[in-house]
């Protein structure tokens, strides 16, 4: 079937901003989502975006979402080291379950 | 309220030999899925269940088994393990709706020798 793309690596300096951006699959994806995963543990839900809203944001976190082109980003203001994590977009496929991308590893350099 | 529980957190096996994964939730969730998570490929859905009685595949099924015999509970059998099961198994949870995503386990590191 088809992939959720992701880039693979980000490298940002410590106070920059991140973006990492995602390509989904399913048009009629109802709910996106952002995922966190730290060295050695489970996933964390960051933030999730119900498909009729074009952002949302919550905190440091922006997420924007352009249907047309099923793309899908997370803007993280001011990133520090402890944002150093590989990051997960996943959409929900109706009937099924979450489907994942491979995961972009954010590197925050101070 | 523990969320989902996993055990064991870690496992090795012998080519061949079978063992269960647990799972456990005590959010009353309908919605389960298994998922193995191996370096470069992220999370693959491997089953998944919308509720008791019901399970269906996902992804990456073959040499894997699950039933869902109760809501709380969502057990992953290997029949005769192989080294490429060798992964990370995370196990999560959903209300119906998603709004709230899926809640995950904390893994299972499975080493097949």
Known sequence: ?110 | NAGVTQTPKFQVLKTGQSMTLQCAQDMNHEYMSWYRQDPGMGLRLIHYSVGAGITDQGEVPNGYNVSRSTTEDFPLRLLSAAPSQTSVYFCASSYDSHAYGYTFGSGTRLTVV
């Open chain 1, 1 to 110: 079937g088809e992939d959720v793309e992701q880039s693979l690596f980000l490298s940002v300096r410590e106070g920059d901003s991140s973006v990492i951006n995602c390509t989904y699959t399913d048009s009629s994806s109802t709910y996106l989502y952002w995922y966190k995963q730290e060295p050695g543990a489970g996933l964390q839900l960051l933030t999730y975006i119900f498909s009729n809203m074009d952002m949302k944001q919550d905190q440091r976190l922006t997420v924007l979402l352009n249907k047309k082109d099923k793309h899908l980003s997370l803007r993280i203001a001011d990133t520090q080291t402890g944002d150093s994590a590989i990051y997960f977009c996943a959409e929900y496929q109706a009937g099924t379950a979450l489907i994942f991308g491979k995961g972009t590893t954010l590197s925050v350099s101070s």
